[in-house]
């Protein structure tokens, strides 16, 4: 009989911001445990929260192989492994006197605006064996803000955001960050009228990942079918998991079954061409496919396909303020949006500025955006950009021709 188990530690601190000043804060640790054992082509699993006995979730693990569920054998290669990417950040002690000081330097720089939503600091650690002898671990942990900005006149709930999750805290530079954004908030100008071009967070990418499934692609009915090893994108379009420890603070260099990618990476889409699919070891086996490492599960549930953490639009190192010189329209914040099944892609826009020789110029009235997710990624793409407008915030933006659609 196989044995898989996973054990997961995590410990957050979460402060919670109302009307720009700290309304709660929570301390929180929780451990899962997950045990599934694989016999005759099923699969039985167990978990438990909180501390136990390991051989009582192991017969309850076995017990459920009566429930019939058919998965076949997930072992490793007996591959050993450890990365704890760890850093000082902020003691538990001083988190909430700085979240303090912030919110307040917040509302004296900016009393226009209304500061809400959360700031915590968080720590993860899982440990990954089998019974072929795999052993993996990893820990990190990330200072996370997640910020909604309303101006104090308007009616609306929220009018911006502002997000980050990093390695470190630097109220200076979130601070500064905010600045470019408020600063030339009031400062409201025409949309222009001549065309330019669109700098959108890349993420947009996210609308792929369904089309990215095996099960969806192998259906024939995905917007991607039939396409494996064909140009989809432009040459600089490479789209990827990148689960380099430390380079996304929180993002483990294995899946829930234990999968590692050679190199830690693992490509979608290279130089424009379509050339992995999301697979987990069921739909891996099933369609003779390579793992790509995106298993996920409930610690007590059988394995599925949705693990992207990593995911990443590869910028090469381009900075925003090197693609992009003169004039350009800056999406800040979208509500909503969607992609038809041909691929169109379309948003409101929320909150838009002009972008002017690096610099955000003043903001721009409600409209919506849209394009063929092929051509936004292919022929009216100019480039794909790591956004140094910020100093904290780490993004990734799209440069490409979209329509606008004026309101």
Known sequence: MDKQKIVTGERSCAATLAGGTVESVRFQEEERTSVRVYEGGKIGVAGRIGGGDDAALEQSAREALAYGIPYPSALCGGEVRSADTRTEILSEI??????KKLAARLKERFPSFIF?????MEEGKVRYTDSAGTDLFYAGNAFIVSLTVKEAA??????????????YYDEDAIVSDLSKLLDVY???LALPEEELPVIIDANIVQYLLGHFMAETYQSGAGLLSGKMGQKIFGDETDILLDRTPGKEPLARFFDDEGVTLPGDKFYFVKEGRLCGLAAYRRTAAEFSLPLSGCGCAPFDGAPMCGNFSGLEVDAHG??????VKGRAVYISVVSGGDMTPDGKFATPVMCAYLYED????GRLPEFGISGNIFDLFGKNMLAIAENDLYGYTKETVLVSRFSIDKK
């Open 318 to 323: 381009k900075k925003l303020s090197e693609a």
């Open 358 to 361: 690096g610099k955000l110029a």
């Open 116 to 120: 809400s939503n959360k700031i915590s």
């Open 94 to 99: 001083d988190f909430l006197p700085a979240v």
């Open 186 to 188: 009031g400062n409201v």
């Open 154 to 167: 308007s009616a609306n709930i929220m009018d911006l955001a502002y997000g980050a999750v990093r390695g």
